[in-house]
Structure formats: structure tokens, C-alpha cells
């Protein structure tokens, strides 16, 4: 067992719980913080009798104090790292409350920092997004593509990564930015009607329903199957790295090349239906993996035609 205890923020959602996974598996202690407003306990079934885990309900828009304290760590080790995850995480939504997307994810960040500076935690990885990059014509899109973010989100996001910065200079705080693409996998919620296009055509091919395609379908998105975030981002955490990293795989598929993909991967003939293109929706993504890959050598991505096909049984288990 690591004498090291790691907190978990948003460790009950899609993305944290499967970083959990990784973590108990790999003999750490460790908390999860976590509001439930869009994460689950089911995500986190497989721990809650071990020893080694405890979850605590809170909220990062609050002081982490409040909830995080002696009592709810129960005896347990020091926090060593954090991994911020606990976001809101619509885009069309951060436009309809913006407001309420800054307080959680810009405030919740401080919160996390204020939380790790007073309480002698090692380092901080946050997870940003690309969203902080707007529209670009630049491709690949590297870390120092300009940002220019279309949304409240992606502007939270970039006003976090900022923050991160000014800890990690004034104050000596080990901080790592990591900024995901589009992350998808088992546990993504397609009930949600701003989650990940994957899980909402997963959904729909898994009961022969029309999948719906915002604008041409000829945007690209950079797809990373979550248990590959989940792996950078522990290694990331025992690295001595610093700064912010491009997150993942440095190609990019088409919405419709994608609709194709999981249409034959259900053997049914499912109609695809063209919708009005959506607010603030970029039009290609694609990550330049040449700093990871630099500091992250014999880093090996899944495949997206393995991945769906692994998140597609997930989803036919859920039925």
C-alpha cells in the first residue's frame, strides 16, 4: 500500500470514477469528493466496503475545509495529491448559466488550491479541456496555439489553468494542467443532453433509434478513450512534471465517419438525421501530442474502433 493518499474532486462522474478504478487498483488510499449533481454511487459500488476508500459528499464551489476535514478522512493518511475533476462540463449550458459555470469551475479550482496550499498537498493535476482553444484554423493544435475560447466554459477553463500557473510560481504549489479532447468510454451518460456525442449515439444505435448529427457532421473531434486519461493522469502525478499537456490521440474523425462507425458496429440500419448546428460548437479538433509523447515515452492510445467497440458492450450490458 502507498503511504500516499490522493483526493479524487468529481471522483463519483464518468472520467473520475474510472481514474478511482485505476488508483484503488493500483494500492492507494483514496477520497472522493464529489456533489452528485451529475456523478453517480453506482460509478463507485466496486470501493465502498474497502478500507482504503472513503467518499465524501461536498462541494468545490464551497471551502474544501467545510467538507474535507479530520472527521470525514477518518484517520486516514495525508493528501498527497489532487486531482481536480468536478467541472460542469456543458458547454451549450455554461451560456444558459454562466453564473453558476463559474462558480464551480473557476471558484471550485481555488477552492482546490487554497485547500492544497494550506494543507501541505504535494501537487494539484487539473483537468482543463480544449474547449480553451475556440476555433482554430491551426492543426494540430498545440499548446501554444492561441486560446480564444467560444464558451463561458472554455473561458472558466482557461481562467483555471491561469490560477494553476500563479500557485505553481507564487507560492511553490507542484501544479499540472492536462487539456482533455474528447473523452469517451463506459460510464458517460447519454441520458444527458449535453454528454459526449458518442454515448448519445451509442444510446440511440443500442435501440435502433436515428442518430442526430448537429450541422454537416463533417466537424472533427480527437476521441481518447477514458482509460487512457485515466492513465496519464497517474502518471503525470508521480512524473516531476509541470505546466499544461495536450491530452489526446493526434488524429481526428468526422462526426458522420464516427455515426458510421457505431451504425455498423450495431449490424442495424439506422438512419442519420441532420439537426441545426449548435452554439459555440467548433469546427475541427485535433491534439499535438508532441510534448506528451516527449515526456510520456512508450505511451501506447487504444484504438477508436477498439474503445467503441469496448464502450459499445458496456452500453448493451446497461439494457
Not at 475533476?85 to 444558459?96: C, I, K, M, P, W
Not at 458517460?188 to 450541422?215: C, H, T, W
Not at 473531434?221 to 490521440?249: K, P, W, Y
Request: aromatic share 10%.
Amino acid at each position: 500500500m502507498k503511504e500516499r493518499a490522493v483526493l479524487v474532486t468529481g471522483g463519483a462522474g464518468f472520467i473520475g470514477s474510472n481514474l478511482v478504478d485505476l488508483l484503488m487498483e493500483s494500492g492507494y488510499v483514496v477520497y472522493v469528493l464529489d456533489d452528485l449533481s451529475s456523478g453517480t454511487l453506482d460509478n463507485l459500488e466496486r470501493w465502498t466496503d474497502d478500507p482504503h476508500f472513503r467518499f465524501i459528499r461536498g462541494d468545490v464551489s464551497r471551502p474544501l475545509g467545510e467538507s474535507v476535514t479530520p472527521a470525514a478522512l477518518s484517520g486516514g493518511p495525508h493528501i498527497g495529491w489532487i486531482f481536480h475533476l468536478a467541472a460542469r462540463v456543458d458547454v451549450t449550458s455554461s451560456f444558459e448559466h454562466p453564473l453558476e459555470d463559474a462558480r464551480v469551475n473557476y471558484t471550485g479550482t481555488m477552492n482546490v488550491l487554497d485547500h492544497a496550499l494550506k494543507n501541505g498537498v504535494e501537487k494539484v493535476i487539473f483537468s482543463s479541456s480544449a474547449a480553451v482553444y475556440g476555433d482554430t484554423d491551426e492543426m494540430p493544435i498545440s499548446e501554444e496555439t492561441p486560446q480564444n475560447p467560444l464558451s463561458p466554459y472554455g473561458l472558466h477553463k482557461l481562467a483555471s489553468e491561469k490560477l494553476m500557473d500563479i500557485y505553481r510560481r507564487q507560492w511553490g504549489l507542484d501544479t499540472l494542467v492536462f487539456r482533455f479532447f474528447n473523452v469517451y468510454g463506459p460510464r458517460q451518460d447519454p441520458s444527458n443532453p449535453y454528454s459526449g456525442v458518442i454515448s448519445r449515439f451509442m444510446e440511440k444505435a443500442s435501440s435502433s433509434q436515428p442518430l442526430m448529427i448537429y450541422g454537416d457532421g463533417l466537424q472533427t473531434r480527437d476521441f481518447i478513450f477514458v482509460e487512457d486519461v485515466a492513465q496519464a493522469l497517474l502518471r503525470g502525478a508521480m512524473s516531476r512534471h509541470s505546466g499544461t499537456i495536450n491530452l489526446g490521440t493526434g488524429s481526428e474523425t468526422s462526426i458522420i465517419r464516427l455515426a458510421d462507425l457505431i451504425i455498423e458496429m450495431s449490424g442495424r440500419e439506422i438512419p442519420k438525421v441532420h439537426m441545426q448546428e449548435r452554439k459555440g460548437e467548433i469546427r475541427r479538433s485535433m491534439a499535438d501530442m508532441s510534448r506528451f509523447a516527449g515526456l510520456f515515452r512508450e505511451t501506447e492510445m487504444t484504438p477508436l474502433r477498439e474503445g467503441l467497440k469496448r464502450t459499445f458492450e458496456w452500453y448493451k450490458r446497461r439494457q
